[in-house]
């Protein structure tokens, strides 16, 4: 249930959701959020929290019942992202690794892979990772330089990505590569590659971000690492641009999701402020331009929530639309860096101060305006429908 709006119900929410709700933000108030400034100074959150976030049943909600899962709809995995923003976590890699990259798996591998990796997945003793980004290639995806060539029962891979979330924790890595570099999008493939003491794989080093500083994000390096051709997701080569398209209006959602919540973690933090700090004999609260302000953010802020539930509940309902994922991303992730900024104001000085949530999501909020693609590119998007 909603803080703000207490009567608040998505078209899209059942009991379930709900139930999943309170669930979600008892959990994440104890595991994440005492945690956040230990793991921001170290860099990556404990090894240990994947197996809670599996133990506590976080890592599956919409994945299969048979290897652990819930099998349940979208909207499960839209309820955990708002929470983890409202715990004010910007640590965890939840996002990557649960309703992104799992998501990869279950829907290109064979029987044989998911039976091999979905219950590690689910139960968080295989951390998940996509290699995509390049130090010289973005949201052109075809343009990617590694390349995977086969050798044998072995693809070849070399190459570098960069920004990897998830990089120092990561047992099984989806890369983006060329299997057919004289192909362009056609020659694109998606390899899985198990880590774990694997001869020509490296993780470069952390990087050093303005914000999410308990992600472990890091640089990947491929030299000679040899994959073996068992371990392609699709039942051909030269598939991977078409599975990345696919899968992005997800990714999008999920990011839109996170901004909803962080938008609506950032105002209540502006409002339990503003009702304790006074300044001339008043609390905060009671200024007319402080009131209104804070009425126009909390407006604001169910505009996110009503925009991005109505995309979740037509993804939901089977309208995967490039368009539609792109318009929630577009408002949510600029309305929320913008909202955060404002809530920042409140704060005066200690609005700036690292060890107040309100500087820690003024310094990840505006990521989000970039990762899964830019708002550029989901103007483009959003354009060819018109």
Partial sequence: MSELFPDYRASWETEQHRELRKHAAEF???????????????????RAFWNKL?????????????????????????VIAEELALAHDSASGWIVHSPIVAHYVNTYANDEQRARWMPGIISGDLVLAIAMTEPGTGSDL?????????????????????????G?????????????????????????????DLPGFERGRVLEKVGQHGQDTRELFFSDMRVPVTNLLGAQEGL????????????????????AGMAEAALLEALRYSKERT????????????KFELAQLKAEVLSIKTTVDYCIGEYIAGKNDPAT??????????KAVDIVDRC?????????????????????????????????????IISRSL
């Fill in 28 to 46: 994440f108030r104890k595991e994440a959020t005492p945690n956040q400034e230990r793991w921001a100074k170290e860099h990556q959150v404990d």
């Fill in 279 to 290: 300044a001339f004999g008043r609390e905060l609260i009671k200024f007319q331009h402080n």
């Fill in 168 to 196: 120092s924790h990561c047992d099984l890595l989806v890369i983006v590569a060329k299997t057919d570099p004289s192909q362009g999008a056609a020659g694109v493939s998606l390899l899985v590659a198990e880590t774990k």
């Fill in 142 to 166: 075809q343009a990617v330089r590694t390349t995977a060539i086969r050798d044998g029962d072995h693809y070849v891979v070399n190459g570098s990505k960069t920004f990897i979330s998830n």
């Fill in 325 to 334: 994922a792109s318009m929630a991303k577009l408002i949510a992730a600029d």
């Fill in 240 to 259: 991977g641009f078409y599975q990345l398209m696919e899968q992005l209006a997800r990714e999008r959602l999920i990011i839109a999701a996170l901004c």
């Fill in 344 to 380: 920042v104001q409140f704060f005066g000085g200690y609005g700036y101060m690292i060890e107040y949530p309100i500087a820690r999501m003024y310094a990840a909020a505006r990521v989000n305006k970039i990762y899964g693609g830019t708002s550029e590119i989901m103007k483009e």
């Fill in 54 to 78: 599996g133990a506590a049943g976080l890592l599956g909600v919409d994945l299969p019942e048979e290897y652990g899962g819930l099998a349940g709809d979208f909207g499960l995995s839209a």
